[in-house]
């Protein structure tokens, strides 16, 4: 109960709260003039010059038709030229100019524009060294024979290979067309299809509206087995069969989750096992989750890495982060599905292991971290949104929701969550929406971090 007191007196701040966000201060992005609603790109992977290069169409979602202007995000990316689709279905060039450089943030890209034309295509190239990409050399890969390449958007890198609003307040669907040298397979968080040969190019759909840092792209020599009904496992062939194995538990994970919160809603659930490179635990790219090898350890006891992916299914993917400062409704919500999976298919014992090692690590961190990062909700105006990235939205926010359930009871409080989830399906959110959504009318919180500029 203490806890529930601590949580939420961290929640509170001062200014009033106002609606709908219109910026981020991540991203230079005018949400109330426009915002994406499509992407489709157009690539090539060329391993030797380590880039990707080709063209991504924005299609537009216009606010404020007169403003004449497009701005998006963009990190150490070529842009070659600009075309804008007038109303007459004809594509004319548009200018545009680089901002500033920021360290932390890249370039804003402002395309001037006439009227609010449907469609923006820009013609790009990445760089090799890229925040978002990893290009490995074979002999970085276990067969060591092709060389490897695979994303990490979150939180603000897809601007280093896609133009766009690289900004959590804004989802769209996608669609590409990638090429790639022969024998090279290529994925993304989509709808991949093991049986897709890379002949003319890998084709790809993702129809569910994403936010952006949930782009992934990955190639190489990658091989597919399936694992359940709706699941499978991509790796290099030489891992393929131990990483099936261990994995094996994914579709009853599945089950166990939609039995307390709803039908898993991306279709098929595929993990991608990368090279022991990759420099998370997880990544919970939708419909495929990019994985660390290092989880394979024979005997299943890391396979709560999965449970967390999955999780985000529900809460990260499905209901989204308004702005990297709310981190805690991704990560918080997720820790605490994510443990109780563990629950339904390891057991109780699991799950209560797993609590008090979150506990103590968290209690641990606390000691070492500033008082104002101890807060679930951030400030993280002029800070890198991965300085976010403490135990705090993990194991604080999973403490919380915690709390709530013992308090409320698991009769009320299942149902509630299950509730959270559908009524904000496909939408980001602040905490605000959280405190009203759970009855916390007389805490104020938090939006004004992020749209008062
Ligand atoms: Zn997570």
């Known amino acids: 109960m203490r806890f529930v007191a601590l949580a939420l007196l961290a929640l509170v701040v001062t200014a009033p709260a106002v609606a709908e966000p219109t910026r981020d201060h991540h991203s230079v992005a005018r949400l109330d003039e426009v915002r994406i609603k499509h992407v489709y790109l157009d690539l090539d992977v060329d391993f030797d010059s380590k880039r990707l290069s080709g063209f991504a169409d924005l299609s537009l979602d216009w606010r404020k038709a007169d403003a004449g202007r497009l701005d998006l995000d963009t990190r150490d990316l070529n842009i070659q030229r600009v075309l804008a689709k007038n109303a007459e279905g004809e594509w004319k060039r548009a200018s545009f100019r680089l901002g500033a450089r920021n360290p932390m943030f890249g370039q804003g890209l402002r395309i001037q524009l006439n009227g609010a034309p449907e469609k923006v295509r820009v013609y ?21 024979k092709k060389p490897f390449m695979f994303s990490q ?34 994925l993304m968080s989509a709808d991949n299809d093991p049986a897709a040969t890379g002949v003319g190019g890998y084709r790809f759909t993702m129809p569910q509206p994403i936010p952006s840092y949930l782009f992934a792209i990955a190639a190489g020599d990658i091989a597919f087995q399936s694992i359940g009904p709706r699941s499978g496992v991509y790796t290099e062939p030489g891992r393929l069969a ?30 991608l096992i990368l090279p022991p490179s990759f420099p998370f635990g997880g990544m919970e790219n939708p419909r495929l989750s990019f994985i660390t090898p290092t989880v394979i350890a024979g005997d299943k006891s890391l396979v709560s890495l999965i449970a967390h992916e999955l999780a985000h299914s529900w809460s990260g ?22 443990n109780r999976i563990t629950e339904s298919v390891f057991g109780l014992d699991q799950a209560k292991m797993e609590q008090v090692i979150s506990q103590r690590e968290l209690m641990a961190e606390l000691k070492e ?36 359930e013992k308090r409320l009871g698991r009769e009320v409080f299942d149902p509630l969550l299950r509730e959270w989830f559908d009524a904000h399906a496909f939408q980001s959110v602040g905490t605000e929406e959280f405190l009203k959504f759970f009855g916390f009318a007389r805490v104020r919180c938090c939006r004004q971090q992020v749209s008062a500029r």
């Open 124 to 144: 790009y190239q990445t760089s090799p060294n890229a925040s978002g990409l990893q290009w490995l050399a074979p002999e970085q890969t276990l067969g060591k």
């Open 153 to 186: 958007a979150q939180a603000a890198h897809a601007r280093s290979f896609v133009p766009l609003q690289d900004t959590p307040a804004v989802r769209f669907t996608y669609s590409a067309h990638v090429t790639a040298p022969e024998g090279i397979r290529v």
């Open 242 to 271: 131990a990483a099936a194995k261990e994995f094996e538990d994914t579709e009853a994970m599945i089950a166990a989750t939609e039995k307390l919160y709803g039908p898993y809603r991306w279709g098929r659930y595929d993990l």
């Open 317 to 338: 993917n499905l209901v989204t982060n308004e702005s990297w400062e709310h981190i805690w409704l991704n990560e918080g919500f997720t820790s605490y599905v994510e």
């Open 369 to 404: 971290l500033a008082s104002a990062d101890q807060h679930l909700v951030v400030s993280l105006k002029g800070r890198d949104p991965d300085e976010g990235l403490s135990g705090v939205p993990y194991d604080k926010g999973q403490w919380l929701l915690r709390s709530m």
